[in-house]
């Protein structure tokens, strides 16, 4: 099992809808949980941190499910130039390493 | 702009040729990461720094890969007899803290012929 894992998408959704996606992590004990959005041939750029009690930032919320070992991102209203992979980021408890997920893709369409 | 910046942005070599690249971190930030990505994959961690001292390397890299920050500021990457299969984009990131975002550079893209 991967370390952090990603449904790879793409998820096409329309302008204006909503759209959710998860990722999972296997460590328990993991502590930090981040989002990034890349755009193709770019590097990934900080979207948000993931805090315990969940955290919203604008039109984009993000959850912790501990007990699941997930995080979520919802994009609400979405825009055409949120298309782009979203990656997360997960920092090993024990080290200092931080594990990224393979990125979901998502494509808003007109 | 002080953020993370990576030379070269691009390198094209050909197989078996020494390469090295370059990454000057954000000026405060001890922290100095690695990592390699390939197209439609995550990025990869290769190896971190507390400042001068490398405190993790990735299983995945192999002898041929080796990372140095001589002085806790810019770090170097070098590859050498490069293969085909190192064809990806290095990716070099600093950071604050230990639970810190990442602040990543440009990347340096690496064609191997």
């Known amino acids: 099992r991967k370390e952090v894992e990603q449904d790879p998408g793409p998820f096409n959704v329309p302008e204006g809808a909503t759209v959710a996606f998860n990722c999972t992590y296997s460590?328990?004990?993991?502590?930090?949980f981040f989002w990034y959005r890349q755009d193709c041939r770019k590097e990934p750029k900080l979207l948000m941190s993931v805090y315990s009690s969940g955290n919203e930032d604008g039109r984009f919320t993000a959850q912790l499910n501990r007990a699941s070992q997930y995080i979520s991102l919802l994009i609400r209203d979405s825009k055409l130039s949120d298309s782009a992979t979203y990656l997360c980021?997960?920092?090993?408890?024990?080290?200092?390493?931080?594990?990224f997920g393979g990125g979901t893709r998502v494509l808003v369409k007109p | 702009d002080t953020g993370v910046s990576q030379n070269p942005r691009h390198k094209i070599t050909k197989r078996g040729q020494n390469v090295t690249f370059r990454c000057d971190p954000i000026?405060?930030?001890?922290?100095l990461y690695w990592y390699r990505q390939t197209l439609g994959q995550g990025p990869e961690f290769l190896t971190y720094f507390q400042n001068e001292a490398q405190l993790e390397k990735s299983r995945l890299l192999s002898d041929r890969f080796s990372a140095e920050r001589p002085k806790g500021s810019f770090s170097t990457l070098e590859i050498q007899r490069t293969e085909q299969g190192d064809s990806a984009m290095y990716l070099c990131?600093?950071?604050?803290?230990?639970?810190?975002?990442?602040?990543f550079g440009n990347g340096t893209r690496l064609t191997v012929t």
């Open positions: 980021v997960v920092n090993e408890a024990a080290g200092n390493k931080l594990t």
């Open positions: 460590n328990s004990a993991s502590q930090s």
């Open positions: 000026s405060e930030h001890n922290r």
């Open positions: 990131a600093s950071s604050l803290a230990r639970d810190s975002p990442l602040h």
